[in-house]
């Protein structure tokens, strides 16, 4: 994933991003363009996808877009919907288990 902007009172941990198989991809595959439509969606987060499945470190990046508040975007293989459910998934799992959501 391109680099996320910095945040003066958060420093998280970037070093993962050197490996990221999206280095030097087109932002737009990942965060699309403005008024796209549904049918052009698909598409795109298919590819951004296929991209985000060869990444080394797609759990490091889909642990970082769960740790904060990423709205937007394909991170870790996860678009904006089902990153909200797998953030829902892992606090019901915390709640249940006592561990950390992550
Ligand atoms: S998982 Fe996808 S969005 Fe995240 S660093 Fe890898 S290629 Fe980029």
Redo the contacts with the bound molecule.
Sequence with gaps: ?PRAPRRSTHKPEWS??DD????G?DLVL?FGPDGERQPERDIRERK?KA??S?????I???NY?LSQPEKY?????LNEDERASERRRRMRRAATVGVPAA
């Design positions: 994933m993962w991003q990221a198989q999206c280095r991809e990942f951004a991209v985000c060869q990444c080394l470190v797609r490091e990046c889909l877009a975007g394909t991170w870790g293989g």
